[in-house]
């Protein structure tokens, strides 16, 4: 029965990898530059129910978590916020997945639920070619 109950504690004691979100700022192209990396924007609000279940389960998944951490500056931006970002993206279903190039230009946009996936497939394909032609 000790044996089980210190499994148990081992488990619960590992901590999951989180997405190292970052706000949004002007600084982050720079940033990105870099680093050499893309920006992964993460349009999300407190009224939506689908931005909670990516929360739940898209963004625990641990290889989603550990894509975008090794190849994004990923970046939540929440409707409660000011700023040129929200503005520009207020009109967009929410949740909305933005993936951008160093320089601000969008290459790939979806709205709405994105499972782990189909999010992992989405990167892959973004890393691999980061030209916006290749998107649309």
Same mark, same amino acid.
């Given at each position: 029965?000790?044996?089980?109950? &210190? &499994?148990?504690?081992?488990?619960?004691?590992?901590?999951?990898?989180?997405?190292?979100?970052?706000?949004?700022?002007?600084?982050?192209?720079?940033? @990105?530059?870099?680093?050499?990396?893309?920006?992964?924007? /993460?349009? &999300? @609000?407190?009224? =939506?129910?689908? =931005?909670?279940?990516? /929360?739940?389960?898209?963004?625990? /998944?641990?290889?989603?978590? @550990?894509?975008?951490?090794?190849?994004?500056?990923?970046?939540?931006?929440?409707?409660?916020?000011?700023? /040129?970002?929200?503005?520009?993206?207020?009109?967009?279903?929410?949740?909305? &997945?933005?993936?951008?190039?160093?320089?601000?230009?969008?290459?790939?946009?979806?709205?709405?639920?994105?499972?782990?996936?189909?999010?992992?497939?989405?990167?892959?394909?973004?890393?691999?070619?980061?030209?916006?032609?290749?998107?649309?």
């Amino acid at each position: 029965m000790l044996s089980g109950v &210190t &499994t148990v504690l081992a488990k619960a004691s590992v901590a999951e990898p989180e997405i190292a979100w970052q706000p949004s700022t002007a600084a982050i192209y720079e940033q @990105a530059k870099q680093q050499n990396k893309l920006v992964f924007l /993460d349009l &999300t @609000a407190e009224w =939506c129910l689908f =931005c909670k279940k990516m /929360d739940e389960t898209t963004y625990r /998944d641990p290889e989603v978590v @550990a894509y975008i951490n090794e190849h994004f500056l990923p970046v939540r931006v929440s409707d409660a916020g000011a700023g /040129d970002v929200i503005e520009h993206y207020r009109r967009h279903a929410r949740p909305g &997945t933005v993936m951008l190039n160093a320089d601000g230009i969008e290459i790939l946009h979806k709205r709405g639920y994105l499972n782990a996936q189909l999010m992992l497939w989405m990167m892959m394909a973004v890393v691999q070619n980061p030209t916006p032609e290749a998107h649309k």
